[in-house]
């Protein structure tokens, strides 16, 4: 499988030495649950938009420290292209920011969290069974970082896993777009050296719990293998679906 990532920013460089940039710790990631799946990068960030919704068999949309609201040029043309892959039915995954952007391509609402900032942990309970959660568990634990979260949902959106403080944490939309609030991509080590980044940004206080947090284990292999589930299974919708329309069912 071809998965196209349509990046939204770079780490920041005092951190990529270590932990590489988003291309890289998505790569890392994914290939070490599955080593045949290959990549293409457009850096959307600086304005490379994809112009073929076919040019990859699905597609990936990292964080960014930009906000879906913040009313830029290449925001903009992101939701148009969201907004197309959504009316031919590709599959899309978006992470974090990407999270945010489906819900707002697609009529929904992004708002900043009135609880502050999320970082280091956090500790999800699933609401719902999809097919293509295999293999199952009842709680979903992953690193996440943002101020911004859902806060109204698009049509045909499901609810599969939430929290206290995001009640809309792992999301599907229809058969094929799937919105994920956390960062499996980040590794735990990542996380405590973005929170040094982020002191002056974030209350010490949250700073504090999200350091002690990540003494938990964290289910980002497992969230892996679910996307790439969610996205084989979207493949198979379209496939049939245009086989469907090729070859109509003869009335007898």
Request: charged residues 20%; aromatic residues 10%.
């Amino acid at each position: 499988m071809l998965i196209g990532l349509l990046q939204c920013d770079d780490v920041a460089p005092e951190l990529q030495t270590h932990h590489g940039n988003y291309p890289e710790m998505f790569e890392r990631l994914f290939t070490a649950i599955d080593p045949t799946l290959e990549f293409r990068v457009w850096r959307c960030h600086e304005g490379e938009i994809p112009a073929d919704v076919n040019a990859v068999d699905a597609w990936l949309t990292t964080g960014s420290k930009h906000g879906v609201n913040d009313g830029d040029a290449w925001i903009e043309a992101l939701c148009g292209f969201l907004n197309r892959l959504w009316k031919e039915e590709k599959p899309l995954v978006g992470v974090c920011f990407g999270h945010q952007l489906i819900a707002k391509a697609l009529g929904g609402e992004v708002v900043k969290n009135k609880r502050g900032w999320g970082v280091g942990m956090s500790f999800n309970q699933l609401t719902r069974r999809a097919e293509w959660m295999e293999p199952w568990q009842e709680g979903l634990d992953l690193v996440v970082s943002h101020q911004d979260q859902v806060s109204r949902l698009p049509e045909q959106a499901v609810v599969l896993a939430k929290s206290d403080f995001c009640p809309f944490y792992l999301v599907q939309v229809g058969r094929t777009f799937l919105g994920i609030q956390g960062h499996p991509e980040f590794t735990k080590a990542y996380s405590a050296d973005l929170m040094e980044l982020l002191r002056r940004q974030v209350p010490g206080n949250r700073i504090r719990e999200g350091m002690a947090s990540l003494n938990a284990p964290v289910d980002n292999h497992l969230m892996v293998r679910w996307v790439l589930n969610f996205m084989r299974q979207a493949l198979w919708h379209q496939t049939s679906t245009e086989t469907t329309e090729t070859n109509p069912p003869v009335n007898q």
